[in-house]
C-alpha cells in the first residue's frame, strides 16, 4: 500500500490513539517507517489542551508543506487539534489532505484504500465510537497504553477536552480484558489504563476498581497503572483495590488545579481543598508509600493574591511528589473563554509560575531523598543513556530509577529487580542493583 510516519502530541490518550491508526494502517498493508521523509502518508495526532502542544503541532504541520512539494506525499492532521480548529485549519494549513476528529479514524483506510484524489474530512463528534477490539500497533517497551473509556462529562470552565473528545463512554469490560491479554502476549509486563476521567468507568455495573482485579488476574502482567483519575470519584472500593493488590501501583495521579475554594467553584472542579487535601490523607494512610502527584495552574481568570496563597498553603500541607504546572492560557469555546477575562498579566503569571515551580522542586527533593539508603524494587524499561553500562527503570510508584547492575549480570527489559538507592535529585534516583530478598 505504501509507507506512513505518524507525528504525536499531547497526552497519553494521544500516544493510545496513534498506535490505534498505526494499526489500522498496518492491517491495510501499510508499513511505518522511523521519519517523514521516506513516508508515502504523514499524519500528525494533536493536541488542544495546552497552547504549547498546540503551537508545536501546527509549526510541524506548516514545516511538511515543503516536503509534499518535493515528494508529493498526503499529509493529515488527527486528533483534538483538528476538531476544536474545524475547517479553519484548512486555510491555515492548505496543503492538508485527510483533517479528522477523535471519533473518525476508522474513515481513513477506506479513504486510502479508494485513493481519492479530493480531500478527507470528518469532525463530526460520535456518541458511540470507543474503536473496542481494533487493532494497535505498539511501539517496543514494557508498558501498554490501554484505552478503557473516551470523552468527558466534566466540563470544567478551562478544558476543552468535552469539546474536542465529546461526551464519556466506557468499552465494554471484555473487549478491556482482551486488548491487556493481547498486550501481554506481545511482550509487554505492564499496562496503564487510560481515559480522560478514568474514575468514571462503567460498565453494566462494573467499575474501575472491579476492572483493576480482574486485570490483575492475567497472567505475566507485572504492574498496572491508571491514567486520569477525578478526585471526586475516588471511592474506597478503588482504595481498597490500591491498598490490597499487589499489582496496582502505589502511585496516584490527582489533579488539583488549584488550592482556593472560589477558583475552584470557578473552575467547576466539583470539590473544595479541604476536601481534596482529605482525600489524599486518606488515601495515603490506606496505601503506605503512595505517591501523589497533581497538576497546579496559576493565573486562572480572577485569581488573586490571596487565592494563589491558598494554592502554596495546599502544596506546603500535602507536600507532592510530583506535579505538572502551568499558567492558564486561554482556550477558544471553553466556558472560561466566553465568560471570564484573561485579567492576570503575563508577567505576574510567569512570576508565580516561578515561585510554584521552586515551591515543588523542594518538595520532590525532599520526597525524592527519602529514599536514600533504602531497596526498592525498578521494573527494568532499557539500558540508560549514561553512564554507559548502567540501565533505567520505574519504581513502583513511579519514580524513575537509573542504576549499575550487579557484576556479571545479563539485563533486560521488563524484569523486576532490587535496587539499593545512593543518590536522589527531584526527578531521579541512583543506585545499585543488589541480590533480591531470599536469594
Known amino acids: 500500500m505504501g509507507r506512513f510516519f505518524i507525528q504525536t502530541y499531547g497526552c497519553q490518550m494521544n500516544e493510545a490513539d496513534s498506535e490505534l491508526l498505526a494499526g489500522l494502517l498496518v492491517e491495510e498493508g501499510w508499513a511505518p517507517v522511523g521519519r517523514p521523509e521516506d513516508a508515502d502518508l504523514v499524519l500528525v495526532n494533536t493536541c488542544a489542551v495546552r497552547e504549547r502542544a498546540a503551537a508545536r503541532a501546527l509549526g510541524y504541520l506548516e514545516n511538511l508543506a515543503a516536503l509534499k512539494r518535493e515528494r508529493g506525499l498526503r499529509i493529515g492532521m488527527v486528533g483534538c487539534l483538528a476538531r476544536h480548529l474545524g475547517r479553519s485549519a484548512l486555510e491555515r494549513l492548505p496543503h492538508l489532505d485527510v483533517l479528522l476528529g477523535p471519533d473518525s479514524y476508522e474513515h481513513l483506510v477506506p479513504y486510502l484504500r479508494a485513493q481519492k484524489k479530493e480531500r478527507l474530512v470528518d469532525l463530526r463528534p460520535r456518541r458511540t465510537v470507543t474503536y473496542a477490539g481494533l487493532p494497535h500497533l505498539r511501539s517496543p517497551g514494557v508498558n501498554a497504553w490501554v484505552s478503557v473509556m473516551r470523552g468527558c462529562d466534566r466540563f470544567c470552565t478551562y478544558c476543552v477536552v468535552p469539546y474536542t473528545r465529546g ?63 477525578y478526585p471526586g470519584q475516588i471511592t474506597e472500593r478503588l482504595v481498597g ?82 506535579a505538572f ?36 522542586e523542594s518538595h520532590s527533593l525532599e520526597r525524592f531523598e527519602a529514599f536514600l539508603g533504602k531497596t526498592v524494587e525498578v521494573l527494568v524499561e532499557s539500558e540508560a543513556r549514561k553512564p554507559q553500562g548502567w540501565f533505567y527503570g520505574r519504581s513502583d510508584d513511579f519514580r524513575d530509577v537509573i542504576f549499575r547492575p550487579l557484576e556479571g549480570e545479563d539485563l533486560r527489559a521488563g524484569v523486576l529487580v532490587s535496587v539499593l538507592i545512593e543518590e536522589a535529585s527531584a526527578h531521579t534516583l541512583k543506585g545499585r542493583q543488589v541480590p533480591a530478598a531470599g536469594t
Do not use: N
Not at 455495573?205 to 486520569?228: H, N, S, T, Y
Not at 481534596?276 to 495515603?284: E, G, I, Q, S, W
Not at 496559576?298 to 491558598?310: C, L, R
Open 241 to 322: 483495590v490500591m491498598a490490597t493488590e499487589p499489582k496496582v501501583c502505589k502511585h496516584v495521579h490527582l489533579p488539583l488545579q488549584s488550592g482556593s475554594d472560589r477558583v475552584l467553584e470557578a473552575m467547576h472542579r466539583g470539590y473544595t481543598s479541604s476536601e481534596f487535601v482529605d482525600l489524599v490523607d486518606r488515601m495515603r494512610a490506606a496505601v503506605p508509600g503512595l505517591a501523589v502527584t497533581t497538576d497546579l495552574m496559576v493565573g486562572f481568570p480572577g485569581e488573586t493574591e490571596e487565592d494563589y496563597d491558598a494554592t502554596l498553603s495546599v502544596m506546603r500541607r500535602l507536600r507532592f511528589d510530583g
Open 167 to 229: 461526551r464519556e463512554r466506557s468499552l465494554p469490560a471484555e473487549c478491556v480484558l482482551e486488548e491487556v491479554r493481547r498486550a501481554v502476549s506481545e511482550g509487554f509486563v505492564s499496562v496503564t489504563l487510560l481515559g480522560q476521567t478514568v474514575t468514571a468507568y462503567r460498565d453494566e455495573g462494573r467499575d474501575l476498581a472491579w476492572l483493576l482485579q480482574e486485570v490483575a488476574r492475567i497472567e505475566g502482567l507485572l504492574r498496572i497503572r491508571f491514567l486520569a483519575p
Open 325 to 360: 504546572m502551568f499558567a492558564y492560557s486561554e482556550r477558544p469555546g471553553t466556558a472560561a473563554a466566553r465568560r471570564m477575562k484573561d485579567d492576570v498579566p503575563r508577567e505576574v503569571k510567569r512570576a508565580r509560575l516561578e515561585k510554584l515551580i521552586a515551591l515543588q
